[in-house]
Nanobody
Framework: QVQLVESGGGLVQAGGSLRLSCAASGRFFSINDMGWYRQAPGKQRELVAV???????NYADSVKGRFTISRDNAKNTVYLQMNSLKPEDTAVYYCNAEVRTSDVDALTYWGKGTLVTVSS
């Protein structure tokens, strides 16, 4: 059983910063890609940023230059540093990870989400 637990969400004023963390626990071989998604009220879940095990990153256009994704493979943790936050960044942020559960198998896991609210 693999669990992803997010932390770091909260209420912040526009222009402020927050740092999200997501730690993976359980029994597994390693973690491939890790990422952050978000879902605003009434909207579909969308990709925010993704990072490979080798730390290659990709970002949604809406967050480029403001958000930074990073990871610590030794701690099985992924981070999302969010700067210059805007009210439209308000959403539930979900952690996602592709976890190698054996030599040949990999499964995708999701965290339960953490709410980020940006006030204007």
């Amino acid at each position: 059983q693999v669990q992803l637990v997010e932390s770091g969400g909260g209420l912040v004023q526009a222009g402020g910063s927050l740092r999200l963390s997501c730690a993976a626990s359980g029994r597994f071989f390693s973690i491939n890609d890790m990422g952050w998604y978000r879902q605003a009220p009434g909207k579909q879940r969308e990709l925010v940023a993704v990072i490979t095990r080798g730390s290659t990153t990709n970002y949604a256009d809406s967050v480029k230059g403001r958000f930074t994704i990073s990871r610590d493979n030794a701690k099985n943790t992924v981070y999302l540093q969010m700067n210059s936050l805007k009210p439209e960044d308000t959403a539930v942020y979900y952690c996602n990870a592709e976890v190698r559960t054996s030599d040949v198998d990999a499964l995708t896991y999701w965290g339960k989400g953490t709410l980020v609210t940006v006030s204007s």
